[in-house]
């Protein structure tokens, strides 16, 4: 399991979530950690692929 947060200094948490995604860890659960609390962060955050958000 991954705890990853969506705000990283030089890659957001959805690119590394792609990137995990895409072809790494493809089955490997991942919940999104975030102060960000907007609706549409938590639509961004799950159509990305995160487990949870």
Known sequence: M???DVMLPRMSGLEVL???RG???PA???ILVTARGES???VDG???GA???
Do not use: A, E, F, M
């Open 18 to 20: 792609r990137k995990i």
């Open 2 to 4: 991954l705890l990853l």
């Open 40 to 42: 549409i962060d938590t």
């Open 51 to 53: 487990d949870d958000y």
């Open 28 to 30: 490997l659960p991942v």
């Open 23 to 25: 072809g790494l860890h």
């Open 46 to 48: 799950l159509n990305s």
